[in-house]
């Protein structure tokens, strides 16, 4: 079965320090992957995707993530956290055929203190 | 900017009720999703649709069904809401099946 596992349920950082958000995914196949940044009371906005090709993709507001098939990992990285990335980030994943179906994981809630 | 509509934003009501949530698209995508996120902000899909199509249908009750007039609108209806429908529903469009998906704001359903 398809899933997505965000260890980490909160993750608290320093205003202008360094940032990574884990994800591990079960796949028996090459997936699509996505993380996803939802504010409060808001829908998700998509903050960057992987299909295929270099396994490190770069998003919006600095964000990047490393594809890594042997870990079954995608992680999400910021160089310089700013206190309005405040939010909840979700790793998804669309398995192959399935009609674009995003399995979704729990979320992290990152807080940036100032 | 926000291109998938949904309304209203909040909802309560009484258990038993029937409630019927609208979504609207204005990407010009032809296909539509329905979303729950529950009180720990756990995300599922319930329904999509392609060209007005049910393509993906995942185990829900039957008290829910979505209703789809045209490409850019995906109704949600909800006869007789039990407790745990509380929840927010995120209406969702991409261009066809693997392309990027599009949120709404969501509408959040409080069943007392």
């Known amino acids: 079965a398809q899933s997505v596992t965000q260890p980490d349920a909160r993750v608290t950082v320093s205003e202008g320090a360094s940032l990574q958000l884990r994800c591990k995914y079960s796949y028996s196949g090459t997936p699509y992957l996505f993380w996803y940044v939802q504010y409060p009371r808001q829908g998700l906005q998509l903050l960057l995707k992987y299909y295929s090709g270099d396994p490190v993709v770069q998003g919006v507001n600095g964000f990047e993530a490393e594809f890594s098939k042997s870990n079954s990992s995608f992680h999400l990285r910021k160089a310089s956290v700013h206190w309005s990335d405040s939010a909840v980030y979700f790793c998804?994943?669309?398995?192959?055929?399935?009609?674009?179906?995003?399995?979704f994981g729990t979320g992290t809630l990152l807080s940036v203190k100032p | 900017e926000t291109a998938v509509f949904q309304t209203p934003n909040y909802h309560v009501t009484q258990v038993g009720n029937e409630v019927s949530f609208n979504c609207k698209q204005t990407l010009g995508h032809d296909t539509m999703y329905w979303y729950k996120q529950d009180s720990k902000k756990l995300l599922k899909i319930m329904f999509s649709y392609n060209n007005k199509q049910l393509i993906v249908n995942e185990t829900v009750p039957r008290r829910f069904s979505p209703q789809s007039s045209d490409k850019a609108h995906l109704n949600l209806r909800i006869k007789s809401v039990e407790p745990e429908d509380s929840a927010v529903y995120l209406c969702?469009?991409?261009?066809?099946?693997?392309?990027?998906?599009?949120f709404g704001k969501g509408t959040r359903l409080t069943v007392v």
């Open positions: 998804a994943l669309t398995p192959g055929g399935s009609g674009n179906k995003l399995i």
């Open positions: 969702a469009s991409s261009l066809t099946v693997n392309t990027e998906v599009f």
